[in-house]
């Protein structure tokens, strides 16, 4: 257990849907990031958080948006799905600059 | 623009060998540089880092060299274990920022 916790695990969803997923960082963690891992792909940078606020945007669509509670946890919601948006993403969280911490990821599928 | 390259996506190499995963960056702004390691169905665990003022760190049979001019870090792991088999990304940041921007990762395989 690395101390983020992504839920769910797995999501079937239809084109068109809306979908929310979730992520608890590591205790004591500020920084939260989300990371889009499509079939044969890197890691593509989303979004990441700092205490609640946005601090660095990758190449995450109009359709995506995301936000970080008082309690830290932060919320991916993606809208208006596309087949291509299937994908595993992640979580990951940091106190410190380097030091990422990732959570299991949540596959999505949509169909 | 795929800032962090890396160009094998497969390595095979036998157990008791050295094996060697190569990454290239374009962005002389990165000053860190990391490699994380995935096993299907988990999510990347960090291995080991970097900074720009070194070119070479070590721990236990894992060891990262950065060569600055060349813009290329490479992570040798010596002497491979079959447990070493799994998907490796390498990463790099910029001080200004600090988000993590990875390369497409190599899947290494370590034959028993």
């Known amino acids: 257990d690395s101390g983020v916790t992504q839920t769910p695990k797995h999501l079937i969803t239809a084109t068109g849907q809306r979908v929310t997923l979730r992520c608890s960082p590591r205790?004591?963690?500020?920084?939260v990031y989300w990371y889009q891992q499509s079939l044969d792909q890197g890691l593509q940078f989303l979004i990441q958080y700092y205490n609640g606020e946005e601090r660095a945007k990758g190449n995450i669509l109009e359709r995506f948006s995301a936000q970080q509670f008082p309690d830290l946890h932060s919320e991916l919601n993606l809208s208006s799905l596309e087949l291509g948006d299937s994908a595993l993403y992640f979580c990951?969280?940091?106190?410190?600059?380097?030091?990422?911490?990732f959570g299991s990821g949540t596959r999505l599928t949509v169909v | 623009d795929q800032q962090v390259k890396q160009n094998s996506p497969s390595l095979s190499v036998q157990e008791g060998r050295i094996s060697i995963l190569n990454c290239d960056y374009t962005?002389?702004?990165?000053?860190?540089f990391l490699w994380y390691k995935k096993y299907p169905a988990e999510g990347p665990t960090f291995l080991i880092s970097?900074?720009?003022?070194?070119d070479k760190n070590e721990d236990g049979r894992f060891t990262v060299f950065l060569n600055k001019s060349a813009k290329h870090l490479s992570l040798h792991i010596v002497p491979s274990q079959p447990g070493d088999s799994a998907v490796y990304f390498c990463?790099?940041?910029?001080?200004?920022?600090?988000?993590?921007?990875f390369g497409q990762g190599t899947t290494l395989q370590v034959k028993p």
């Open positions: 205790s004591g963690d500020l920084s």
């Open positions: 962005n002389s702004m990165f000053d860190y």
């Open positions: 990951a969280s940091s106190a410190t600059r380097g030091g990422y911490t």
């Open positions: 970097i900074s720009s003022i070194k």
């Open positions: 990463a790099a940041s910029a001080s200004n920022t600090g988000k993590l921007i």
